[in-house]
T-cell receptor, first 111, second 116 residues
Framework: GQSLEQPSEVTAVEGAIVQINCTYQ??????LSWYQQHDGGAPTFLSY????GLEETGRFSSFLSRSDSYGYLLLQELQMKDSASYFC????????????FGAGTRLFVKA | GAGVSQSPSNKVTEKGKDVELRCDPI?????LYWYRQSLGQGLEFLIY????????KSGLPSDRFSAERTGGSVSTLTIQRTQQEDSAVYLC??????????????FGAGSRLTVL
């Protein structure tokens, strides 16, 4: 089966840097993705890592270590609008490459 | 279409009734997913369609749940004899499929189901 672990809540102040960790267990790993979801909204895609290392997209970066089954999302220069839930997700090679999500990390950004 | 469309956006039903939720994916996307999200919770995988392959139904919680996808496009999720624990937001997502952007899911706005 598949499982993903991420912290339930993280709090940080505006302008700071925050890291949201994700560990996973899956068969046939095909990449780690991150999604953002604001209250009442739909999840939106942020980033994807298939290979080890850091991917940077503006203020957001995502890291993957396949040997450790671990990744993280790094948010820099935090803004109030970054307050949202963040989900890591893996594509599982068993059963046709479906995408499975973690339980999500609620990020609270304080002024 | 330009995005993933879901209908109805809200559905209130009585316990024991059947409901149908519809998803119209992005044109050309071969992969289609259904997820369920309870208030403040994560996304629970329900079912996955990929092209003409047999769907992955491993996430359906009971035999009261079924889904079909007609013509490789529109999908309908049916919940029979609804129970109060079925109350949740049902999210549909589509992606280009196995190649090129397969890992990027685009979600619809969801259908909020309330079972009284």
């Amino acid at each position: 089966g598949q499982s993903l672990e991420q912290p339930s809540e993280v709090t940080a102040v505006e302008g700071a840097i925050v890291q949201i960790n994700c560990t996973y267990q899956t068969s046939g790993f095909y990449g780690l993705s991150w999604y953002q979801q604001h209250d009442g909204g739909a999840p939106t895609f942020l980033s994807y890592n298939a290979l080890d290392g850091l991917e940077e997209t503006g203020r957001f970066s995502s890291f993957l270590s396949r040997s450790d089954s671990y990744g993280y999302l790094l948010l820099q220069e935090l803004q109030m609008k970054d307050s949202a839930s963040y989900f890591c997700a893996v594509r599982d090679g068993t059963g046709g490459f479906k995408t499975i999500f973690g339980a999500g990390t609620r990020l609270f950004v304080k002024a | 279409g330009a995005g993933v469309s879901q209908s109805p956006s809200n559905k209130v039903t009585e316990k024991g009734k059947d409901v149908e939720l519809r998803c119209d994916p992005i044109s050309g996307h071969t992969a289609l997913y259904w997820y369920r999200q309870s208030l403040g919770q994560g996304l629970e995988f329900l079912i996955y369609f990929q092209g003409n392959s047999a769907p992955d139904k491993s996430g359906l919680p009971s035999d009261r749940f079924s889904a079909e996808r007609t013509g490789g496009s529109v999908s309908t999720l049916t919940i029979q004899r609804t129970q109060q624990e079925d109350s949740a937001v049902y999210l549909c997502a589509s992606s280009p499929g196995r190649r090129g952007g397969a890992n990027v899911l685009t979600f619809g706005a969801g259908s909020r189901l309330t079972v009284l």
